[in-house]
C-alpha cells in the first residue's frame, strides 16, 4: 500500500469534489430511506436524518435533513462505537438510549462500519450512520411521546448499544425483542429495514469513491474537510465584537408544575473560541422537558450556525472552536433516568432561541426574532376499526406541526413552516386519512398570529383532527403557550399557541402544552401554533 497522503497535498479542487460527492451519498442515503420506509412519519415527512464520519467517529459529511438529529449525531456516533468496542466489517449496531445515543427514545440510530474495497486493503475506513423517528417504541401511551412522563422508562422500549448485525448475520433475538415491546411492529420492521438500505447504499458508494480516489486520498480528504470547515468557521468569528452577552428565556412549565424553567446562557466572544455557559439554568425537572447534553449540543450549533456563513459545511471541524459549559444535572445535561422525550422536541428550541438573543446583542444584523419556538408535537394511537379482524389493528400517528417563523433583518418571517430544530414536511391530508382513522377538519393558517414590526413575524397554522376510532389516546407536547415569541429591536410578540378539545356534547376543554387524554368517535383535537416575532420598529 502506499503512504497515506496527507491533508495539505490536497488541492482545492479535489477537495471540493470530495466535500460534494459525500453530501450527496448523505442526500442519496436519505432518498432510499423515504422511498423504502413504511410509515407517513419517514415517507412522507422525512423525520429522519444520514450522515457519513471517519473512521474514528468523526461527522464528515451530512445531508440537510433534521438539525435536532444531526447536531447531536456529532457525538452520538463516537459514543455508540465506544459502547460496543470494536466494530467489524458486517456489523450494524443499534441504539436509541438517550444516554448515549442523545436523542429520544422514538430517534432510533444505526451505524455501520465501511471498509475499503479488498484489493485497497480492506481497511476500515469510516462509517455510515441513519437516525430516523419512529411513530411508536413503547411507553405508556401509543407515539412514545406522552405528555406527563415522569421517568425515561415511560417512554418507550430502551435500546442500548447492541449489534442488530454480526458480520453480516442478522441477530435476530435482537430484533424479535424490539419488535415485541412495540404497539406497531410490521411497521417498525419496515423502517428498520429502510434504515439498514440507507447504510447499504451508503457505504456502496464510499467504496466506489476509494475505488474512484484510491483510499488514502478519500481519508487524507475526511481530515482536509474537517480543517477546511474550522478555518472558515473561525474567520467569522473573528469578525464579531469582543465581549460577553448575556440572555435568558423560558420553558412554559414542565407538564407537572406550573413554574417556568429557565435557559440562561452567557456567550463570551474571543478572537479564538466562542464560548457558551449555560450556568443559571434550572435544574433537571420531574417533567420530560429534560435534555441531555447532546441534544444542547445540537441546539446551540445550530444557532451560532444562524449566526456565521450558510455555507460553512458542518462536520465535527465547524464546531472545534466553540465551547459549551452546561451544569451536569441541569435539566440541559440531565441524568438518567430522566424523562427526555420532550427535551428533544421543545427544550432544543428554546435553547435556539435563548442562544440567538445574546447574539442579537453583537451581531444584531444577521439573527432574526423568535420563530415559533416549539414543536408541536401532536400523537394519536389506538385500534383501527376499519381493519378486519378483532378489535382492528393498531395504529400509531405522529407528527409536528408547523407554525410562524420569525421576523428577519432583510424580510419578513414565512408562514406556517417547520423552525429551527425541524426541518421535516407535513403529513399531507390525503395520506393522513388513508393511513389512519383520522379526519383533518381545519388546516390552515392562524391569521393575526405574527407579530407586528419593520419585518413582521410569519403566522402560525390552525390543525384540527377528527378521532374516527371508538377511543383514542391523545398526546401534546408543545411549548410557547405561555411566553410568546419574542421580537426583536422593536418588534412585536407574536401570538401565544393554543390547544383544545371539542367533546361530543358540545363542550370546549382548554388543553395544555404537555397533556395526554382519551377522545372518542366524533371528538376533535385542535392545535392552534404560535406566530413568529416581529424585527424591528414599523
Known amino acids: 500500500m502506499s503512504d497515506i ?6 488541492d482545492p479542487i479535489t477537495l471540493e469534489v470530495l466535500r460534494n460527492a459525500l453530501e450527496s451519498i448523505a442526500d442519496e442515503m436519505g432518498a432510499v430511506l423515504k422511498r423504502t420506509s413504511f410509515s407517513p412519519n ?3 415527512r422525512m423525520d429522519a436524518s444520514c450522515a457519513i464520519f471517519d473512521a474514528e467517529a468523526q461527522l464528515v459529511a451530512q445531508a440537510e435533513h433534521v438539525p435536532v438529529h444531526l447536531g447531536s449525531m456529532l457525538r452520538a456516533v463516537s459514543a455508540t ?7 467489524e466489517e458486517g456489523d450494524v449496531v443499534i441504539v436509541n438510549d438517550p444516554f448515549t445515543g442523545g436523542s429520544h427514545l422514538p430517534d432510533i440510530t444505526v451505524v455501520a462500519p465501511v471498509h475499503a474495497p479488498k484489493d485497497q486493503g480492506g481497511r476500515h475506513i469510516g462509517y455510515v450512520a441513519t437516525r430516523a423517528h419512529h411513530a411508536d417504541v413503547g411507553g405508556m401511551e401509543p407515539g412514545s411521546m406522552p405528555g406527563r412522563s415522569q421517568e425515561t422508562y415511560q417512554e418507550g422500549l430502551i435500546i442500548p448499544a447492541v449489534r442488530l448485525y454480526r458480520r453480516g448475520e442478522l441477530q435476530d433475538d435482537v430484533m424479535r425483542m424490539i419488535l415485541a415491546n412495540v404497539r406497531t411492529p410490521e411497521e417498525r420492521r419496515g423502517d428498520l429495514n429502510a434504515q439498514l438500505a440507507a447504510l447499504r447504499i451508503g457505504e456502496q458508494r464510499l467504496q466506489e469513491l476509494c475505488g474512484r480516489y484510491g483510499a488514502d486520498l478519500l481519508t487524507a480528504g475526511f481530515d482536509a474537510i474537517l480543517d477546511y470547515a474550522e478555518r472558515r468557521m473561525r474567520r467569522r468569528l473573528a469578525e464579531f465584537p469582543p465581549g460577553t452577552y448575556r440572555a435568558e428565556d423560558f420553558m412554559d412549565d414542565d407538564g407537572h408544575s406550573d413554574a417556568p424553567v429557565r435557559v440562561s446562557v452567557a456567550v463570551t466572544v474571543s478572537p479564538e473560541r466562542l464560548v457558551l455557559d449555560y450556568s443559571g439554568s434550572s435544574p433537571q425537572t420531574l417533567g420530560n422537558i429534560n435534555a441531555v447534553a447532546p441534544m444542547t449540543y445540537s441546539a446551540s450549533f445550530f444557532a451560532i450556525k444562524i449566526l456565521t456563513d450558510p455555507e460553512v459545511p458542518v462536520n465535527a471541524g465547524t464546531f472545534r472552536s466553540v465551547e459549551l459549559r452546561i451544569p451536569e444535572g ?4 440531565s441524568r438518567p433516568p430522566a424523562a427526555v422525550c420532550a427535551g428533544n422536541t421543545e427544550t432544543t428550541q428554546r435553547i435556539a432561541d435563548t442562544v440567538l438573543k445574546a447574539c442579537a446583542q453583537f451581531a444584531p444584523d444577521r439573527v432574526p426574532a423568535a420563530s415559533q419556538g416549539t414543536m408541536n408535537t401532536i400523537a394519536i394511537g389506538g385500534r383501527d376499526p376499519r381493519a378486519k379482524g378483532p378489535g382492528g389493528r393498531a395504529y400509531s400517528y405522529i407528527e409536528t406541526i408547523g407554525g410562524g417563523q420569525g421576523g ?3 424580510g419578513p418571517g414565512d408562514d406556517g413552516i417547520q423552525c429551527n430544530m425541524t426541518n421535516t414536511m407535513n403529513t399531507p391530508v390525503e395520506a393522513l386519512e388513508i393511513t389512519y382513522p383520522l379526519r383533518v377538519e381545519r388546516y390552515e393558517l392562524r391569521e393575526g398570529s405574527s407579530g407586528a414590526g419593520k419585518h413582521r413575524g410569519g403566522n402560525g397554522l390552525v390543525r384540527s383532527i377528527r378521532i374516527l376510532d371508538h377511543t383514542a389516546r391523545v398526546s401534546l407536547q408543545c411549548e410557547r403557550r405561555r411566553f410568546a415569541p ?7 410578540d407574536g401570538k401565544p399557541g393554543r390547544n383544545a378539545a371539542l367533546h361530543a ?4 376543554e382548554e388543553v395544555p402544552g ?7 368517535d366524533g371528538e376533535i383535537i385542535v392545535v392552534e401554533t404560535p406566530g413568529g416575532g416581529g424585527w424591528g420598529v414599523s
Open 505 to 508: 356534547n358540545g363542550t370546549v
Open 330 to 333: 441541569s435539566f440541559l445535561a
Open 486 to 492: 419574542y421580537g426583536l429591536h422593536g418588534g412585536a
Open 408 to 410: 428577519r433583518p432583510m
Open 42 to 44: 419517514i415517507k412522507e
Open 5 to 10: 497522503v496527507r491533508p495539505n497535498t490536497i
Open 514 to 520: 404537555k397533556a395526554s387524554l382519551s377522545l372518542g
Open 81 to 87: 462505537v465506544a459502547a460496543v468496542g470494536r466494530v
